[in-house]
């Protein structure tokens, strides 16, 4: 079984930058994916980042490659999600989830355990 809490969310304004943190907990092994998904109000949960808990293999959605940053400190079972120049469209709930597994796989349904999102509110 495998926890996961993010934290970090809040009240950004436009143009600024946050940080994600997700620790997990329980059974992570090296052939685990961490990812983090994002739901807007009305919207579908969208594929924001992932990594390769080993391999350290990324991989980000065109909405936000160049702004996104996906790393991982194995040590400290926690991964991170930069971003940079927020835009009021990068308002949503941020989820992480994980799934056993190295291939980069960025649908939803594929990720077993999902930690319960953190609010991110961009201002314009």
């Known amino acids: 079984q495998v926890q996961l809490v993010e934290s970090g969310g809040g009240l950004v304004q436009a143009g600024g930058s946050m940080r994600l943190s997700c620790a997990a907990s329980?059974?992570?092994?090296?052939?685990?994916?961490m990812a983090w998904f994002r739901q807007a109000p009305g919207k579908e949960r969208e594929f924001v980042a992932l990594?390769?808990?080993?391999?350290?293999?990324?991989a980000y959605a065109d909405s936000v490659k160049g702004r996104a940053t996906i790393s991982r400190d194995n040590a400290k079972n926690t991964v991170y999600l930069h971003m940079n120049s927020l835009k009021p469209e990068d308002t949503a709930v941020y989820y992480c989830?994980?799934?056993?597994?190295?291939?980069?796989?960025?649908?939803?349904?594929?990720?077993?355990?999902w930690g319960q999102g953190t609010q991110v509110t961009v201002s314009s």
């Open positions: 329980g059974r992570i092994f090296s052939s685990y994916t």
């Open positions: 989830a994980a799934r056993v597994g190295v291939t980069a796989v960025s649908t939803a349904r594929s990720y077993g355990y």
């Open positions: 990594i390769t808990w080993s391999g350290g293999s990324t």
